[in-house]
Nanobody, 118 residues
Framework: QVQLVESGGGLVQAGGSLRLSCAGSGSIFRLYVMGWYRQAPGKQRELVATVTVGGSPNYADSVKGRFTISRDKAKNTVHLEMNSLKPEDTAVYYC????????????WGQGTQVTVSS
């Protein structure tokens, strides 16, 4: 069964750090763009960061300089290192994997809660 499993969410004070991890169960993820999205209460899901098969990252402006995305293709995993966290980073974070620009065939993880207290 092809799926994405996230881990690493939790509660942290403002200015702190968390590391999210996402493991893909299928080898197909080696050929997929992988990334993280988040959804805060009452808001739409938004892009946080993505990383291509070749390792090129892309970040939302709101997290540039604070978050770092990386992937381990051999292990089908993607990580999100989050530093200098702010209360506005509070959201459910979802792992995502898609074949290039084909968003219709994307896979999603179940989500992990990140809460940043002020």
């Amino acid at each position: 069964q092809v799926q994405l499993v996230e881990s690493g969410g939790g509660l942290v004070q403002a200015g702190g750090s968390l590391r999210l991890s996402c493991a893909g169960s299928g080898s197909i993820f080696r050929l997929y763009v992988m990334g993280w999205y988040r959804q805060a209460p009452g808001k739409q899901r938004e892009l946080v960061a993505t990383v291509t098969v070749g390792g090129s990252p892309n970040y939302a402006d709101s997290v540039k300089g604070r978050f770092t995305i990386s992937r381990d293709k051999a292990k089908n995993t993607v990580h999100l290192e989050m530093n200098s966290l702010k209360p506005e980073d509070t959201a459910v974070y979802y792992c995502n994997a898609r074949p290039g620009l084909d968003y219709s065939n994307a896979y999603w993880g179940q989500g992990t809660q990140v809460t940043v207290s002020s």
